[in-house]
């Protein structure tokens, strides 16, 4: 799998931000899918995860204010960023997984694929 992470760039705190990761080369349905981010000194972390059913999974961080979607259709799993802080600061990455549940996503985060990351600064 092919993954392509689009859509980050510099916003305000408090703003809004989508991010979009397209997916090609196998079946994009038979996929979890999930967004990790690693902010500058630090390590990589699980930001979000959805099962090939739609099933949602989110860090306590970002719990309330980003939405994971995923529209098999198109092969393209969205993030949609609120409220976004300085903190959520990072480069994010999608990254995909054949046999995982969204909790192991978020425990382990061992996936298949990965993709390159899209950079998200939040501006104080």
């Known amino acids: 799998v092919q993954l392509q992470a689009s859509g980050g760039g510099l916003v305000q705190a408090g703003g809004s931000m989508g991010l979009s990761c397209a997916a090609s080369?196998?079946?994009?349905?038979?996929?979890?899918m999930g967004w990790f981010r690693q902010a500058p000194g630090k390590d990589r972390e699980f930001v979000a995860g959805?099962?090939?059913?739609?099933?949602?999974y989110y860090a306590d961080s970002v719990k309330g204010r980003f939405a994971i979607g995923r529209v098999n259709t198109k092969s393209t799993v969205v993030l949609q960023m609120s409220s976004l802080k300085p903190e959520d600061t990072a480069v994010y990455y999608c990254?995909?997984?054949?046999?995982?549940?969204?909790?192991?996503?978020?425990?382990?985060?061992?996936?298949?694929?990965w993709g390159k990351g899209t950079l998200v600064t939040v501006s104080s």
């Open positions: 959805i099962t090939s059913t739609g099933s949602t």
């Open positions: 990254a995909a997984a054949r046999y995982t549940t969204v909790q192991a996503m978020a425990l382990t985060g061992a996936m298949d694929y």
């Open positions: 080369g196998r079946t994009f349905s038979d996929y979890a």
